[in-house]
C-alpha cells in the first residue's frame, strides 16, 4: 500500500510500504478515507524531535473497518470509524477513569501511521467508534477533525473548565486553539477571547465563537486579556502551542483559582515551582483522551450542530502529501487533509 | 510589647517593639495568646530567603480581641479568635470563588508578625473567625493548628481531591503533611501512605489516619508508592516540603487524571513541562486560602473530633523563641509553640 513516510526533516514521499495485517486478537484493519497532518507531525518534520527514519507518518484517521480480530466486539467489518490518535485498551483502570490516552497499554498511532491506505488500530474496541452510518461526503472532514485536533480542542477547554459564566482564553490559533474555542462556545462559556494575530484565524475563531480577540503574545498578550478580565485574568485558559512562551502566557492569564487546560505538546518548556505555587492556579492536560468525548463529537456532527472540518483549509491526495507539509510548516494553511 | 524578631539568620531576639494600633478602619487590634514557628519560617531564619532585618517574625496566630477599626462587623472585643496566615479582604472576586490567599488586597501576616503580645489583622472580617466562647485551655494548641498548618494540609488534600475510595500519598512529614494526613481521613479516604523516615512521625501520622509508610524517598520513594498501588501511582498526592526532590517524587507518585495537592512553599523548584504533560496529573497548590475553612476546621476542634495540636511537641514561652526556632531548624522539634 501506498503511505507518507518521513526520511529526513523535511522529507515526506509518498511510497510504498508493507499492507498491515491483523497481529493481535484486539486489532481491526481500516480502509482510510481521509488523513491529516498534524501540528505534531511538524516536530519531527522540522527535526525539533529525534526521528528513527524512514518513519511512517501520521495519527488522524477515519474509514472503513476491513477485518477485525477475534475479541474485537463493539466494531464489524463495513462500518465507517472514527479513531483516535493514541490506542487504549478500554478496559484497564486508568481507561476506566477517564484517561485512555494514558492506558496502561497504549500505542500511540503516530508510532503506526495513518497518512497510509490502511492502517492497523490496535486495541480497536477501545479506540474506534463507529458513526451512525455511512457519512455523507461533505460530514467526512467534520468526522476527521474529531480524530484529534477537536478532541484535543475539547479536552483542553474541558480541562480549562470552560462553562457557563466564564471566560475563556485560548492561547493558540492552530487548529487545536480554534476547536477550543468551538468547544468553549458549545460548554456554554460566557465570554471567550481568541490569541490570534492572523487575520484568517481570527475570522475563524470569531465564526467558532470567541467574543474577542488579542493579538498581543507574551507579557503584552497577558496584559491584554488581564485588561479584559478587570486585572484578574481569565478563569479558564487553554494552551494548544506548547512553547515556553505560550505557556508562560498561558499561566500568567489564569485567575487565581481559575484553571488552565494544556494541550499543546510541550517541547523544552521549563515551569517556575514558584510561580505556579503562587498563581494558584490548577493546571492539567496532556494528551487528551479523546475517546471519552468521541461519541458525543460524532453525536454533534452528525446532527450538524458543529462544523470543525472548517480548520481544513486544504485538501489534496494521499500522494501530495510533501506539498501538506510544507503548507503546514510554512502556515499557509491552518490545516491539511489528505484524501486516500 | 515584646516580639521575636529576626535580625541575621539564626539570630532570633525576642525585644521590645512597639505597639500595635488600628490603621484602617478594618483593622483589628488582638492580644495574643499563642503563636508558633512555621517551616516557612526557617526559610529566613536559615538565610535561605533574604532578610529584611530587623524583621518581626510569624503568621500563626489566636487571641483575644481587643480593638476593632470602624468598620469591623464579624468579631468585636473580648472574642477569642482564630486568624489566617493571610489576611484578605473577604469581599473582592477572588476571596468570593474560595481563594482569599490570593485576595486582591491581600496582606502576608508574616508581613507583620504575629510572634509577639499583640498583633494587628488587617482586614479583620475577612481574616478572623471567632470561636463559640472562650476556649478551654487544651484546645487553645489545636485552634491555633488551624491558623495556618492543619489549613494548609487540608488545602493541600482538598486540591489533591481526597476523598472516599481514594489512595492519598502525603510527600513530607513536617506539621502540615501530618495535617493532610489527618485531613485526608476525615475527608474520607481509602487509604492514606505517610512518606516518613522519622519513628516519632511516623507514629503520629498513623494515629492521625496513615495506614501505610514508605520510608524511601525520590525515585526509590515512587517505586514504593507504586508498588502500593498496583504500579499506577496514587490517586490524590499531597506535597508538604517544596524541594525540588519532593515535588519530583510527588508528580511520579501520582496517576494518569490523578490529583496532586501541593502546598510546600517551592523554593528553587523547576519543573519540566514536557514531564507534567504526559504525566497527565491534575496540579494545584499554593497559599492555603485557609479562611475557607475555618469554620469547619473550628467546629471539628470545639467538638473534639480532631486533635491537631498534637504536632506541638515543644512548648516555651515567647520569651525562648530563639530556643524554640532551634529546635526547628534541627528538627528536633516538628512544631513548637509559644505562649504569651
Known sequence: ???????????????????????????????????????????????????????????EYV????????????????????GTFVAADGTCEICRSGYPSSCVNRVFMAQVGTQSERARIPH??????????????????????ASDVLGTGWFGAVAAEAGPGKTVAVVGDGAVGLHAVLAAR?????????????????????????????TARGDEGVAAIKELTGGLGAHSVVEAVGTQQSMQQAIRSTRPGGHLGFVGVNHDVTL?????????????????????????????????????????????????????????????????????
Chains 1, 2 share one sequence.
Do not use: N
Open 186 to 214: 458549545q460548554l456554554g462559556a460566557e465570554r471567550i477571547i481568541a490569541v490570534s494575530r492572523h487575520e484568517p484565524r481570527q475570522k475563524l475563531a470569531r465564526e467558532f465563537g470567541a467574543t474577542d480577540v488579542v
Open 272 to 340: 517556575s515551582g514558584e510561580e505556579l505555587f503562587f498563581s494558584q492556579i490548577h493546571l492539567h492536560g496532556g494528551p487528551a483522551p479523546v475517546r471519552r468525548f468521541l461519541p458525543e463529537l460524532i453525536d454533534l456532527i452528525w446532527q450538524r450542530k458543529i462544523h470543525p472540518g472548517k480548520v481544513f483549509d486544504l485538501t489534496l491526495p494521499l500522494d501530495r502529501a510533501a506539498e501538506a507539509y510544507r503548507a503546514m510548516d510554512e502556515r499557509r494553511a491552518i490545516k491539511a487533509l489528505l484524501r486516500v
Open 124 to 145: 480497536a474496541d477501545g479506540t474506534l467508534v463507529a458513526t451512525p452510518g455511512t457519512p455523507e461526503e461533505d460530514l467526512i472532514p467534520h468526522l476527521l477533525a
Open 63 to 82: 474509514g472503513v473497518v476491513e477485518e477485525v480480530g477475534s475479541d474485537v466486539r463493539t466494531v464489524r467489518p463495513g462500518q465507517f470509524v472514527v
Open 1 to 59: 500500500m501506498r503511505a507518507a513516510v518521513l526520511h529526513a526533516p523535511g522529507d515526506v514521499r509518498v511510497e510504498e510500504i508493507g499492507d498491515p495485517t491483523i497481529t493481535a486478537p484486539t486489532d481491526a484493519v481500516i480502509r482510510v478515507s481521509a488523513a491529516c497532518v498534524c501540528g505534531s507531525d511538524l516536530w519531527p518534520y522540522r527535526g525539533t524531535e529525534p526521528i528513527q527514519a524512514p518513519m511512517p507518518m501520521g495519527h
